[in-house]
């Protein structure tokens, strides 16, 4: 059994920050990529990050430049620093991990609640 579990999601005023951590337990071999998705109301998910397990990163648009994943593979933790926030970013935020171990391919997290609003 591998499974992922969010945290810090929250309400935040825009302009401010929030960090989202995601870790992974269980019988785990390896994990390949790590990423963090985001759905918001009404809308389908999309990619806000990724990163690899040589810490290649990629972003969406809408992230780059004000948010930042980074991973500590001791912890099979990902990160994903979200700074300058704004009310669209307001969404359900979903882990992701590419994993090896008691269970190969893809796991997502059950994901965390981020609202940016005054």
């Known amino acids: 059994q591998v499974q992922l579990v969010e945290s810090g999601g929250g309400l935040v005023q825009p302009g401010g920050s929030l960090r989202l951590s995601c870790a992974a337990s269980?019988?785990?071999?390896?994990?390949?990529?790590m990423g963090w998705d985001r759905q918001a109301p009404g809308k389908e998910r999309e990619l806000v990050a990724r990163?690899?397990?040589?810490?290649?990163?990629n972003y969406a648009g809408s992230a780059t430049g004000r948010f930042t994943i980074s991973r500590d593979n001791a912890k099979n933790t990902v990160y994903l620093q979200m700074n300058s926030l704004k009310p669209e970013d307001t969404a359900v935020y979903y882990c992701?991990?590419?994993?090896?171990?008691?269970?190969?391919?893809?796991?997502w997290g059950q994901g965390t609640q981020v609202t940016v609003s005054s």
């Open positions: 992701n991990a590419d994993v090896v171990g008691g269970i190969i391919g893809v796991i």
């Open positions: 269980g019988n785990i071999l390896r994990i390949n990529s």
């Open positions: 990163i690899s397990s040589g810490n290649t990163t």
